[in-house]
């Protein structure tokens, strides 16, 4: 099962969220691994893997070093697509979807965390979130309730709606403190209203409070 993980912005929490679930799965006696789907602002190694790792506590997996859980790694911090560019570099989708066919061969479950939102791009032709409807994969969405989430929220949704996409978990990340409570406790549960409403069967989760993080 390859789940894609993904969320309202940049700054949503994707990779405490991806670790978290996989350290979730491997609790339940699951066999998990993560993959980043295009590392940014990064040299030689992929941090979001690592935190994964941390959360996880279950040191580097083999195929970290294979590089099959981090394809792509470039040093701007930028979108995957001009950061590929500036390294001289062009993100070949069939080598993403390779990669991740890999590893659900060999785990029970494979989180892929996306860099940004949904409608980064991976190529000048490609968004995030195409690639991974085009594959089929469910996607764990992760939401927050900063001031003018709501916005970047509804219209994320609205983007999957519209593509057909299968939505199976939404996280809600309420730390580790985004400013206003009020904001974030009527904006909670606005999304978890709507979210529920557009994608009825969806699973809510609550990010808890982690502690090192």
């Known amino acids: 099962m390859i789940r894609f993980v993904s969320g309202i912005d940049t700054d949503a929490g994707k990779s405490v969220a991806t670790g978290w679930l996989a350290r979730r799965a491997l609790a339940a006696g699951r066999r998990v691994a993560t993959m980043k789907l295009a590392q940014t602002g990064n040299a030689g190694a992929s941090e979001d893997i690592a935190r994964h790792r941390a959360l996880m506590g279950a040191g580097p997996l083999p195929e970290d070093a ?5 394809p792509y790694i470039f ?4 979108s995957p697509d ?10 070949d989708p069939a080598r993403l979807e390779a990669c991740a066919q890999a590893l ?4 029970n479950e494979v989180f892929v965390e996306g860099a940004g939102g949904l409608m980064v791009p991976l190529r000048p032709d490609l ?5 991974a409807v085009g594959r089929g994969w469910p996607f764990t969405f992760v939401l927050h309730g900063a001031l003018g989430s709501v916005n970047h929220a509804l ?5 999957l709606v519209a ?3 299968t939505v199976a978990q939404f996280v809600w990340n309420a730390w580790p403190g985004r400013g206003d409570a009020l904001i974030e406790a009527d ?9 529920e409403g557009m994608f009825p069967g969806a699973e809510w989760l609550e990010l808890p409070i982690l502690e090192g993080l």
């Open 66 to 70: 294979e590089g099959l859980t981090a």
């Open 75 to 78: 040093p701007h911090p930028c």
């Open 82 to 91: 001009l950061a590929a560019r500036l390294a001289g570099a062009e993100i």
């Open 104 to 107: 659900a061969a060999r785990y």
């Open 127 to 131: 968004l995030t979130v195409d690639f």
């Open 155 to 159: 219209l994320s949704l609205e983007a």
């Open 163 to 165: 593509r057909g996409a």
């Open 187 to 195: 904006s909670r549960a606005f999304l978890r209203r709507v979210a």
